[in-house]
């Protein structure tokens, strides 16, 4: 990653201006030292200038998601081949997309941001039934962190929303709703604005 903006073009090899376009990249493989290194030096190597990155580890499995911007010249397949084969050793999953430069309309929203933390015994359909209140709602689910080791001990069943909710939502009645259906579901639930919970949990 860089701390300066993406040029808006590229020199091309004729001298002319290549024009940039975004692609949103999945990697996807089981967990081990350098993936990230090794996915990075390609799209390095390619030109591509790195803007967001979000990574994970599920169990035992690696999972990561790269917004890049680079040459236009370069299709989804072509970029999946050169990273396919030069991280061969690690036997990865590549998908990759170009991002659409239409608008998101859920994003002209005016939101607010809340996190909402639920805990309780594990059992089918916990995600399911919390997201449907969301929906309803139009609230988006900006991140989600779940862990789930089963059992009926709540600690060891829990799951982290990171949300956007319109401020033409009515607070309360979403508060009501989601109170409801985490009753019905056994939960435990708390609705925090995200400032307070960071502010909650601030490792000094």
Do not use: W
């Not at 990230?36 to 998601?65: G, K, P, R, W």
């Amino acid at each position: 990653m860089t701390d300066a903006k993406p040029p808006a073009s590229l020199p091309g090899l004729d001298g002319d201006k290549v024009a940039m376009k975004k692609f949103i990249i999945t990697v996807l493989g089981e967990d081990r030292p350098g993936i990230i290194a090794a996915v990075t030096n390609v799209l390095h190597e390619q030109d591509y200038n790195i803007e967001e990155v979000s990574q994970t580890i599920l169990q035992n499995q690696f999972s990561c998601f790269f917004v890049v911007a680079g040459s236009e010249r370069q299709s989804n397949a072509q970029l999946t081949a050169v990273l396919e084969n030069s991280t061969a050793g690690f036997e990865l999953f590549f998908h990759v997309r170009e991002l659409s430069p239409h608008v998101n309309l859920n994003r002209e929203l005016v939101c607010e941001p809340y996190v909402v933390t639920t805990q309780g015994p594990d059992r089918k359909g916990l995600v399911a039934g919390i997201t449907a209140v969301f929906a309803a709602y139009q609230v988006n689910v900006a991140q989600l962190r779940a862990v789930f080791r089963g059992g009926d001990e709540p600690l060891n069943n829990t799951m982290i929303y990171e949300v956007d909710i319109p401020l033409s939502v009515d607070l309360n009645e979403l508060r009501r709703a989601l109170s409801e259906r985490a009753k019905e579901l056994d939960l435990e639930i708390s609705i925090q604005h995200r400032n307070i919970f960071e502010a909650m949990n601030r490792v000094l």
